[in-house]
């Protein structure tokens, strides 16, 4: 059993920046490098989104088309971590923030959150004007 936890969450000015990220525990020490992680976002009155995903090795990853270019996913498997750099904020990437593993081998990243098998609790980005 894998458990996630993000952090880094906040209040942050539209066109600013924010890095957050999610450290796993649990399982065998070589764990979380089996896993593809992921980066869902929800906000209030909305289904959860997926935001970006990167392979178990960091070699291959996939954003959606409302962050390309804004956010930057990456992993540091020796410290079983995985980032969400965010810049460029807007209003509308307020939402709460939630990471994911999907233990499955894929060759094309899910973007689906029903594959994900372990989630961590979500922090909240809230972006103002």
């Known amino acids: 059993q894998v458990q996630l936890a993000e952090s880094g969450g906040g209040l942050v000015q539209a066109g600013g920046s924010l890095r957050l990220s999610c450290a796993a525990s649990g399982g065998t020490f070589s764990t979380f490098s089996t896993y593809h992680m992921g980066w869902f976002r929800q906000a209030p009155g909305k289904e959860r989104e997926f935001v970006a995903a990167?392979?178990?090795?960091?070699?291959?990853?996939s954003y959606s088309d409302s962050v390309k270019g804004r956010f930057t996913i990456s992993r540091d498997n020796a410290k079983n971590t995985v980032y969400l750099q965010m810049n460029s904020l807007k209003l509308e990437d307020t939402a709460v923030y939630y990471c994911?593993?999907?233990?499955?081998?894929?060759?094309?990243?899910?973007?689906?959150?029903?594959?994900?098998?372990?989630w961590g609790q979500g922090t909240q980005v809230t972006v103002s004007s």
């Open positions: 994911a593993a999907d233990r499955t081998f894929r060759t094309v990243l899910s973007t689906a959150p029903e594959t994900y098998d372990y």
């Open positions: 990167i392979g178990r090795i960091g070699d291959r990853n």
